[in-house]
């Protein structure tokens, strides 16, 4: 039995597909940098003024949506202030995740962002109640994970005075 031979059809089109007669240029990808060192946790003086930076827009939206509700304003009114609290929320969350605390901060930091991430799904079902008893009731189990047991552990760590109560 003898070999068969490749149609000359295809033999033709591999011998000019192969000598295109034009070479491309192909760039190579820059060599990888070195992977940068991490990053040192912040001093703890550090620390104070980004926690406090931090938490400050949260703490006012709260603030603010608290005195909406407290002053009979329509339940539309406070919806959006939970909005404001959403936004605050996420912003907030946010920045304390970006930072590398000092180790005695570490543990406090992460049971306070849980309670961020508790408080943020009842935040968005506020923000987007379809009604006052809805509302009334998101912002119930919102503010029940405020996270002032987990702030407060966080600031005794950093050598900040406790909250005064409200």
């Not at 070479?23 to 912040?42: E, F, G, I, R, Y």
């Not at 109640?129 to 996270?147: C, K, M, Q, V």
């Amino acid at each position: 039995m003898r070999p068969r031979l490749a149609p000359p059809a295809l033999v033709l089109a591999l011998l000019l597909a192969g000598c295109g007669g034009e070479t491309k240029q192909v760039a190579l990808p820059p060599p990888a940098s070195p992977t940068p060192s991490p990053v040192a946790p912040l001093t703890v003086k550090e620390a104070k003024g980004r926690y406090l930076a931090a938490v400050a827009a949260y703490d006012i939206a709260r603030d603010e949506l608290a005195e909406a509700q407290k002053a009979g304003r329509p339940w539309r009114t406070v919806r959006e202030r939970a909005g404001a609290v959403v936004d605050a929320n996420l912003a907030c969350a946010g920045e304390l995740r970006a930072v590398r605390w000092p180790a005695a901060v570490q543990a406090p930091m992460a049971a306070l962002l849980t309670e961020h991430e508790v408080a943020l799904r009842q935040w968005r079902l506020a923000a987007g109640a379809a009604g006052a008893a809805e509302l009334r009731r998101a912002t119930r189990t919102a503010t029940a994970h405020d996270g002032v047991r987990q702030a407060a552990r966080v600031r005794a760590a950093l050598g900040l005075p406790p909250l005064r109560a409200t």
